[in-house]
């Protein structure tokens, strides 16, 4: 069900596509912006609904009457008047994403109403929704978290012949139901906050992370990267993390169990392509990229739930295996705290968790092995609320990939809605902590900012077909926090070192698409959006800061982590949580550094040694 | 470890959804928990669960059997795990009650459960604890009984340690089914007063049924310090084990407990002696079986009743009266009623201390009960005298009378002297009559017991 669209919205919305009544598809944008926007974490919700108030009493106050009052030329005034305020600029570029997310999913629809792909059946799992599951249970092990380290802790210890429950707040979707459904539905249930989770800092991140049956593995690109050698001997020796001992073994298993190989160059994709073209060009190192997707069609969908199953997410290939050694989840349970007994002869002890179904109602399940697994932004918030988050590092330590991309226009349609979403990985610059990943959208759903309101954006809307997108991510050195218990909030202040990557990586892109034959090069930043030639995008970078950019940021690691030094790592060298029994770290969180690169492999290889070492008490 | 366990009943009301049908169907759960120890807050206390459980339609199975974690603070949790039958099948029920204190009187009421048959699931439910009803009948219900008799009694170790002043006593007085004839044998450390050294004397004292009372002492002997009971050349009061010669009499006895302890006294006072004196029995019942020789007579004894006592103190009391009564059936009566010599107190009335062992319950169930009731009132009265004295009393719904008749041809008078130097005389008689008769309150004082001894009965009366 569509919420309806106040009327500030509908002319907001209006005005910043330039809706002038012609094309078919605008009116339905109204009420999937209000749909995107209920989505939303509540004070991301309240801020784009006041900006659409203020905008509209900004028309009030100029013309006397409401934008959806007005007609098109003068809802263009109004716009074009804010947009000539170079301050309000990067406001207006927040507040018109959901517009944009909107508009290109409608556009798209209307335009190429093409019929669901074939899905095929995945392979079973033993979900039960947390409504159906029983108040009291016990099990041998509880694994808090579906996601790449959940799946894979669960599945080691199902498979040593323990009773294992996997709890998961989100819900399963199945690759027939991704495949039913338009990207941007899909996009706002399948991440948390909508995928608005924000840390704050300057600039600000967006900080999007997954929450359903497979956790982030179900939306994210697919991309599986080994952590380099360099970062594993720094765990092994700077940090005394000991599981990533012989991290070659478990590395291997993770990527026979996701079927990882290098993408073919069949349906890579224009976007993919030119990327190779360009990094040929200038003589860069650059490949496809090494992937868990055997047998990908191109649907460029992995962000939203690859509709074709191609895309070995952890749902379909760690999971089905973990349930067959008899793992059960539970769907829909939000866990709340880890039970401890107190009184144990040795110190506290796990006892198990208490969860909060989607009612409200709680249940609880006993058990003196609790994994925890709930990603690095929410393991420290679930140990503080269960009394365990008294180690003064917890939550520290956070690492991310910030990232931001460029989009490059052609002469001719690059994107149509086909190809590998992340396809080439240009790998000149890693030794300085830049990779640069060729990185299309889902159709209708470009995480690009263009440039500019009104008639111009709805210009850029409709040739987004012929936008090449790169993206970067950088190695970052650890400089966020989460904080809070109940209710997180991220803090991440980008190093200044960082922040030169972040420039370096935009001139290098840029430099990529000029090569591979860019007409014009959007940098995304608000008041310096294009440059037509690789010297005029230089002289245009030289005036900007990473302040101004738009930067997103992935792979949330290292809020609890591990390590031989009882002062600086919640963990202890084994993943096992410290000042507490039984409790187990194995996800993100642990990773003592940035891995600087995607961290799939690197979060399930490392739960898949915890557990190993558990089970085999080593 | 405490000696004290918990035990307590719930009764908890609810509903349960058995796998494979639609509909709930409420049930009853009635329990009895029984801990080991005293159920305290803090700490995690197990209980072993007894009880009826009832699914209306389905099943009603009085044998419910599981255990209890109760743990409100610790863990915050109450687990209940116990097994029943229904329809012939074995299901397991599992739940707990998840402590919060922001929500204290539902989390610690509503006890949602899980059935499990051989590890899987066949049902769920919830009960909960009628406060409205349940919570008085539940409070009250609370006991702590004392568990974990140690196996030997109290430390069999001699009690005195070395101080001026000081008496204990060892004795034994027991009763021959097959002739009638009882026994004493009296085993005393001395320590007196002027601090001169201890001293250990006794005697053995034979009530045949067909003729007069016989008796002869022993010592006294200089008293050496012992690790058990009471050893001297002339006899030994030791665990199990009674021999000796005095005079005529030669005695070989082996002692079978037959019973847990029997505190005369409060417990405390043995342990810490700040009352005149303390009386306890090592077995509230025991066994003997042996030979006691008497110049050309002997008494072959097999598991002749009696009992064993201890007496540790200052000395004698100013007047005092003593009956052990074996009720059979497993019951005992022990009576020691006395003033004290210590001024201020020598001018109250006699405190009697009763203990009435029935059914396997001690009652009153505090000895303080009968000495001194609340603050003196419904406190055991004791009418002293010779040949017959009475005691009487009244606790909770209960009360006793008992009359002792000591005739004096079947009593032997002593001379005793205290570590101070003063002398009393005691009046015993291992062949007296007594008439206990046990009373209950409903509505009206009904029997509830009426015991009748003639000539089993072990009592003495001392004077000054």
Known sequence: ????????????????????????????????????????????????????????????????????????????????????????????????????????????????????????????????????????????????????????????????????????????????????????????????????????????????????????????????????????????????????????????????????????????????????????????????????????????????????????????????????????????????????????????????????????????????????????????????????????????????????????????????????????????????????????????????????????????IERTERLATLGAMIADRPSGRVLGSDRILLRYDLAERDAGRLLRAQRAMGRVLFAAGAEEVLTGVPHAPRARTPAQLEALLDTVSARRLHVSAFHPTGTAAAGADPERSPADPQGRLRGVHGVLIADGSLLPSCPEVNPQLSIMAAALAVARRFVTGS | MSPRGTVFRETMLGRVRLAGEENDRPVRLDLVARADRVLLPHRTTRARLTGRIRIAGRADDSGIEGELEISPLARRRIRYRAGFDLDGRRLLLDGWKSVSFTRPLTSMTVLPYTLYEDGARAGAGTLRFPLATGLLPFLAGFRFPRTAVPADGPDPAPRWDGRPGRTEVWYTTLTDPATGTGVWLHHEVVAPSDGSPAYAHGWAALFPEDGPVQHARFGPTPWTAQSHGFRTEDARALPGRLTGSAGPFRWALSEEPQGPPLYTFPRWSWRHPWLPAAHLLPAARAHYTGTVRHGTGELRLTDAPGASARIYGHGNARRWAWLHADLG????????????????????????????????????????????????????????????????????????????????????????????????????????????????????????????????????????
């Open chain 1, 1 to 460: 069900m569509r919420a309806p669209a106040s009327p500030a919205l509908e002319g907001f919305v209006a005005a910043v596509l330039a809706d002038d009544g012609t094309a078919g598809w605008t009116r339905a944008v109204p009420p999937r912006v209000a749909a995107l926007l209920d989505a939303l974490p509540a004070p991301a919700r309240l801020a784009v609904r006041a900006a659409a108030a203020a905008v509209d009493t900004y028309a009030v106050a100029r013309t006397g009457r409401r934008l959806s009052a007005l007609g098109p030329t003068a809802r263009q005034q109004v716009m074009a008047s804010l947009a000539s305020r170079r301050a309000l600029l990067p406001l207006l570029d927040a507040v018109k994403v959901p517009v944009m997310l909107a508009a290109g999913t409608e556009r798209t629809m209307h335009h190429d109403a093409a019929p669901p792909p074939s899905a095929p059946k995945d392979p079973p799992l033993d979900c039960t929704p947390s409504a159906h599951w029983p108040t009291r249970s016990t099990a041998d092990a509880v694994v808090v978290g579906s996601g790449a380290g959940g799946a894979m802790a669960a599945r080691t210890l199902a498979a040593a012949g323990l009773s294992v429950v996997v709890v998961e707040e989100g819900e399963h979707h199945t690759t027939a139901s991704f495949a039913r459904r338009p990207p941007l539905d899909r996009f706002i249930d399948l991440y948390r906050d909508g995928g608005a989770t924000i840390a704050v800092g300057n600039p600000p991140l967006v900080l999007p992370v997954g929450r359903a049956v497979g956790g982030t593995t179900v939306v994210n690109s697919g991309t599986c990267y080994r952590p380099p050698d360099h970062v594993v001997d720094r765990w092994l020796s700077h940090y005394g993390f000991a599981a990533a001992e012989g991290f070659d073994s478990p590395l291997d298993e993770v990527e026979r169990a996701l079927r990882v190989a290098r993408q073919p160059l069949d349906v890579l994709g224009d976007n993919g392509l030119l990327a190779l073209a360009g990094a040929e060009q200038l003589g860069w190192a650059a490949a496809p990229l090494r992937r868990n997707a055997p047998g990908c069609r191109g649907s460029c969908q992995c962000v939203v739930g690859c509709p074709t199953g191609a895309k070995q997410s952890v749902q379909l290939s760690v999971l089905p295996e973990a349930c067959a050694a008899g793992a059960r989840i539970v769907t829909g349970a939000r866990v709340r705290r880890v039970l401890t007994d107190r009184d144990g002869p040795r110190g506290p002890r796990a006892a198990g968790v208490l969860a909060r179904r989607p009612d409200g109602s709680e249940l609880e399940i006993l058990s003196p092995l609790v994994v925890v697994a709930a990603g690095a932004l929410h393991t420290p918030p679930l140990l503080r609320r269960s009394g365990l988050g008294g180690h003064p590092r917890l939550g520290r330590n956070l690492s991310v990939h910030p990232a931001i991309s460029v989009a490059g226009r052609f002469s001719r349609p690059v994107s149509g809605g086909r190809g590998v979403l992340q396809s080439v990985g240009v790998e000149h610059l890693r030794a300085e902590g830049i990779l640069i990943e060729a990185t299309a959208a889902p159709p209708g759903m470009s995480s690009f900012v263009l440039p500019g309101v009104g008639r111009e954006l709805r210009r850029e």
């Open chain 2, 329 to 464: 059936g497993g019951d005992v009566l022990e009576i020691v009623a006395a003033v004290s010599m210590r001024r201020g107190l020598d001018g109250l009335p006699p405190l009697v201390f009763l203990r009435l062992r029935h059914h396997g319950r001690t009652w009153p169930r505090r000895a303080e009960r009968s000495a001194v009731g609340w603050a003196g009132m419904g406190r055991f009265r004791a009418d002293i005298g010779l040949p017959r004295w009475r005691v009487g009393g009244r606790a909770g719904l209960q009360r006793i009378r008992v009359t002792v008749t000591q005739p004096p041809e079947r009593t032997l008078a002593l001379d005793y002297t205290d570590p101070d130097g003063s002398a009393a005389v005691c009046r015993n008689s291992e062949r007296a009559d007594a008439e206990v008769h046990l009373e209950r309150w409903r509505g009206g004082w009904r029997t509830q017991a009426l015991w009748r001894l003639s000539g089993t009965a072990h009592a003495e009366v001392g004077e000054r």
